[in-house]
């Protein structure tokens, strides 16, 4: 800060300070004030000195005004303290609170006040509003003076509204239109159904994770020359709202020429690797596919002892042709090891529960790609805001540490549902979950759901790592009740427990093992149920030991755009209890994207529970087919059924199918986020032990089952919801039909 131009006024250039004399001071000693002075008694006066010393005093923030000057022989220095804060309040904030400011600003209580501080923490709230998108918030300091050279500080603040996104815009795509690239990125336009999401809000750290976002959907479509050349956010005039528009150059779209595994490893068999490789020569050029090859090969070679292996994909692009020739090459890589691993930012996450998740240990050879895949897996945790894994020098040449930074984020969820379904009535649930407890990363759950036709009340804990090892661990306790008197005038309800564990093995492929022990009682049955559910009515004890097997692919679970899901399950009963059966099921789904927005899936299931040592099966281990899983028919809707009382029986054998084409509405934004469905159902239920009961009216047939129809899906703010529209072809004329079927459900 500059003196003020009289500070140095009446100095007679080259007298002898006689004298220094210190004025207007109340808080500052003087010894302390002259501490500063770049002036002595003696020496004479000299005014690029004076100068330094005033800039000296005024960098202290202790003094809002300072004048040096001679007086005769005699250095009077006057000063004007700056005031003590006394409060520091916060007026006319809502959507934020008081704590969260205070937390930012760096003016406080008994400290100095500053206008240059202020001023510095008027630009911290407003970017605190700009970060929660409300760009028009204005922030103005009023101090209130008080006696003793105190004053209140008082920042007046007005948040005014959230300053949307009113439009995105793509200049210069032609592969893909806006709407499509609108669904790639992070920030969406403003729309009503958006109210319970904050990306609609504008953003530019949003900004820039969109850009990658483009780059990667790009890069992983064939474009290997794509780049967003420019992302501009203008605010509107009114300041309402905020037009960003993306300038990206495409470029041609690749696909992948030669495609080769090198080594310059003695005795290493390149051909055995090329099964490693997720690409293969006439396929689109995909970035993704590329670093999922470096990884696998690096962790088969490294299975195989190379430990110091380095694997640098070498690309080359044929402009003539339109191809990119691939060639992994495998070399010695530097002979690093892990010296420590370094962890920061976890304040209730236990040190354990981020090491295990690593694939590397402190000791181990350096390897970039485990490294990598180390951060994934923390990321994939869902504890942390943010995970940076980086390697810093050791203490010798050949020795690295890892430096993993962390910063924590609420765990704990607690949820209401409300929703809607022609299965289950109208249903209402609350959970309370918590995903790091103690922050040793194990999972608690309560849920409580009450409905028309069912209600239930669960308790479930996880362990992911027993005992240490790669194992999770489990158990659930539950008790259940539904009413199925539209279905085969009868209700039940179940009391138990579960002990579970599963492990990987590998990042898609996983198998749980479950042992359950429940009690069930078929109660509530009409006087003119069929003899069959008459006969199973009563209690029942179930000790059932399964076990499944899942091969996930899938990119996500709703609205899924590819990959495939493949499920076996087994399961035995009859240890303990009343109960003796054996059942499995098996069921997988396929789902591949035929060009912008039309996925295509076709599925299948199948199971059967057959009776073991003369025993018969209860109603309620038996298969019900229809509903969700045969549309056009209700629940239960088709299989074996009373002639006499029309009851559902169930049944022991059953399969369906279905193939499905989701596609976007014409007229629709894509935005909005409705889908349309277009579908094919066939199945089967069969199997029922009529004998065992003494029935003699029971209808089967092992018919195929066709039904067809459309739908609409719209994921909206609160949960999906669904209606279909079926018209079964071929069915048996017992079977139950049911046209319409709506779903809708949430959490919030």
Same mark, same amino acid.
């Given at each position: ?39 002595? /008694? ?9 100068? *330094? ?68 923490? @008027? ?38 509204? @959230? ?33 319970? &999401? ?21 890069? &992983? ?10 992302? @501009? ?69 490294? &299975? ?6 380095? @694997? ?46 690593? *694939? ?22 869902? %504890? ?133 022990? *429940? ?25 059932? /030991? ?42 997988? /789904? ?115 089952? /066709? ?8 994921? &909206?703010? %609160? ?30």
């Amino acid at each position: 800060m500059s003196a003020p131009a009289h500070a140095q006024r009446g100095a007679a250039a080259g007298g002898t300070i006689a004298g220094i004399q210190i004025q207007g001071n109340v808080r500052a000693e003087p010894e302390t004030i002259r501490s500063y002075l770049q002036l002595k /008694v003696g020496e004479p006066f000299d005014a690029a000195a004076a100068d *330094r010393s005033l800039k000296a005093l005024f960098a202290t923030g202790l003094f809002s005004d300072v004048v040096i000057e001679m007086q005769g022989s005699t250095l009077v220095v006057k000063v004007t303290e700056n005031p003590i804060i006394n409060r520091v309040a916060f007026e006319g904030n809502s959507k934020i609170e008081d704590d969260k400011l205070r937390d930012e600003v760096q003016s406080k209580p008994r400290q100095v006040y500053t206008r240059a501080r202020v001023q510095a923490d @008027v630009d911290r709230i407003l970017t605190i509003y700009r970060r929660s998108g409300r760009y028009n918030a204005s922030v103005e300091p009023k101090i209130i003076n008080l006696e003793q050279g105190r004053v209140d500080l008082v920042f007046e603040i007005n948040e005014g509204d @959230v300053t949307g996104v009113k439009r995105i815009s793509f200049v210069g795509n032609e592969a893909f239109g806006d709407g499509t690239l609108r669904g790639k990125i992070r920030t969406s336009e403003s729309a009503w159904w958006r109210f319970l &999401s904050s990306d609609d809000r504008f953003d530019p750290d949003r900004l820039n994770l969109d850009r990658e976002l483009l780059r990667k959907f790009y890069l &992983s479509e064939g474009y290997a020359d794509f780049r967003v050349v420019s992302a @501009v956010a203008e605010l509107a005039p009114n300041r309402e709202g905020f037009f960003i528009t993306f300038t990206i150059s495409e470029g041609p779209r690749y696909k992948f020429g030669k495609v080769d595994v090198t080594s310059r490893f003695q005795g290493l068999d390149t051909d055995v690797l090329q099964t490693f490789l997720t690409i293969a020569p006439g396929d689109w050029y995909d970035a993704d596919a590329v670093e999922k090859s470096v990884s696998n090969i690096q962790e088969a070679v490294g &299975s195989l002892g190379y430990a110091f292996v380095e @694997v640098r994909p070498n690309i080359r692009r044929n402009k003539d042709n339109d191809t990119v020739d691939v060639i992994f090459d495998i070399q010695e890589g530097p002979r690093v090891y892990v010296e420590r691993i370094n962890i920061s930012g976890n304040t209730r996450t236990l040190d354990k529960v981020i090491r295990r998740e690593f *694939r590397l240990a402190e000791g181990d050879a350096f390897s970039t790609a485990k490294v990598r895949r180390s951060q994934q897996r923390l990321r994939n945790l869902g %504890f942390f805001e943010k995970v940076d894994v980086s390697a810093a020098p050791g203490s010798s040449p050949d020795k690295t540490n890892l430096e993993v930074q962390v910063v924590e984020q609420s765990t704990g969820e607690i949820s209401f549902g409300a929703g809607y379904s022609t299965t289950a009535g109208i249903v209402g649930d609350i959970a309370i979950k918590e995903r790091n407890l103690l922050g040793k990363g194990q999972e608690a759950r309560l849920g409580l759901s009450l409905g028309t036709l069912s209600t239930s009340i669960d308790l479930g804990f996880t362990e992911p790592y027993f005992m240490d090892r790669q194992i999770s661990a489990g158990f659930d306790l539950f008790r259940t009740s539904n009413d199925r008197q539209s279905v085969a005038s009868y209700s039940d309800r179940s009391l138990g427990f579960a002990l579970r564990g599963g492990w990987a093995y590998s990042e898609e492929i996983r198998q749980i093992v479950r042992y359950t022990l *429940r009690q069930t009682d078929i109660y509530n049955v009409q006087p003119w149920a069929s003899p069959l559910i008459q006969q199973s009515s009563g209690t029942q004890v179930v000790s059932e /030991v399964s076990e499944t097997i899942l091969w996930d692919t899938r990119d996500v679970r709703l609205n899924t755009t590819k990959g495939f899901m493949v499920r076996n399950s087994i399961a035995a009963a009859g240890l303990i209890g009343t109960e003796q059966y054996l059942r499995t099921t098996a069921d997988a /789904v396929y789902y591949k994207s035929l060009f912008e927005d039309f996925v295509w899936s076709i599925g299948a299931s199948a199971g059967l529970v057959l009776p073991y040592n003369g025993s018969y099966i209860r109603l309620n281990n038996l298969f019900f087919i229809g509903g969700d899983t045969m549309r056009g028919f209700t629940v239960g809707g088709i299989g074996p059924r009373d002639g006499n009382t029309t009851d559902s029986l169930g049944g022991q054998y059953y399969y369906t199918a279905t193939t499905e084409l989701s596609y976007p509405l014409p007229l629709i934004p894509k935005e909005v986020g409705l889908l349309g469905k277009a579908f094919v159902d066939i199945g089967s239920l069969w199997g029922v032990q009529a004998q065992s009961y003494g029935a003699t009216s029971v209808l089967t047939s092992q018919l195929m089952r /066709v039904s067809s129809g459309v739908g609409v899906q719209w994921v &909206s703010p %609160f949960g999906p919801i669904r209606i279909d529209y079926a018209v079964p072809i071929q069915y048996e004329s017992w079977d139950k039909q049911q046209a319409v079927r709506f779903s809708f459900g949430t959490r919030f």
